[in-house]
T-cell receptor, first 116, second 112 residues
Framework: DSGVTQTPKHLITATGQRVTLRCSPRSGDLSVYWYQQSLDQGLQFLIQYYNGEERAKGNILERFSAQQFPDLHSELNLSSLELGDSALYFC???????????????FGPGTRLTVL | QQPVQSPQAVILREGEDAVINCSSSKALYSVHWYRQKHGEAPVFLMILLKGGEQKGHDKISASFNEKKQQSSLYLTASQLSYSGTYFCGTELSTSGTYKYIFGTGTRLKVLA
């Protein structure tokens, strides 16, 4: 158990809908990262927040947005869902802002999103 | 831009050794290695920070050659528990913006 929690575990929805994925980082961790992993694919970095501020951005679609709240939990919002958005979405947390690689990331169990 | 890992997949017998390579077309300042078992979250193995640095973790060690923009993960006397997909990762910085890139992955299967 990494200490990172994600809810829900599974989510099934229809195309065009909007969903919210939630992540609670490990106690004391200020950074939250979101990743997308499609079936048998690698990890695609979406976005990182540090202490409530966006710090790094990957190939995140405009239909996707995220935020980190004062209590440090984070939400990833996915809207106008398409079949291709079906994937495993991981949240990870680390203690400090990444600089020079000091950022061991602890991954949550993931949310499996299925868009029908 | 995504680091390329080789081999893509490898099958071993318990007790055999394996090497997984990670090559980047961009300059690497640090390399992270993770292992992901099927259906589970990635788990951190180690970070390498300097050119030529080597680290070890039980019977898993890694090297990092900053000049060659390569890292290698060495699995010695493999155990059944080593099975999974191994990813290298790094942080890229462009004009003050950051993003994280993971490699293409290497599937490793250890047989009894």
């Amino acid at each position: 158990d990494s200490g990172v929690t994600q809810t829900p575990k599974h989510l099934i929805t229809a195309t065009g809908q909007r969903v919210t994925l939630r992540c609670s980082p490990r106690s004391g961790d200020l950074s939250v990262y979101w990743y997308q992993q499609s079936l048998d694919q690698g990890l695609q970095f979406l976005i990182q927040y540090y202490n409530g501020e966006e710090r790094a951005k990957g190939n995140i679609l405009e239909r996707f947005s995220a935020q980190q709240f004062p209590d440090l939990h984070s939400e990833l919002n996915l809207s106008s869902l398409e079949l291709g958005d079906s994937a495993l979405y991981f949240c990870a947390s680390s203690v400090r802002v990444t600089s020079g690689g000091y950022n061991e990331q602890f991954f949550g169990p993931g949310t499996r999103l299925t868009v029908l | 831009q995504q680091p390329v890992q080789s081999p893509q997949a490898v099958i071993l017998r318990e007790g055999e050794d394996a090497v997984i390579n990670c090559s980047s077309s961009k300059a690497l300042y640090s390399v992270h290695w993770y292992r992901q078992k099927h259906g589970e979250a990635p788990v951190f193995l180690m970070i390498l920070l300097k050119g030529g640095e080597q680290k070890g973790h039980d019977k898993i060690s890694a090297s990092f050659n900053e000049k060659k923009q390569q890292s290698s993960l060495y699995l010695t006397a493999s155990q059944l528990s080593y099975s999974g997909t191994y990813f290298c990762g790094t942080e890229l910085s462009t004009s003050g913006t950051y993003k994280y890139i993971f490699g293409t992955g290497t599937r490793l299967k250890v047989l009894a």
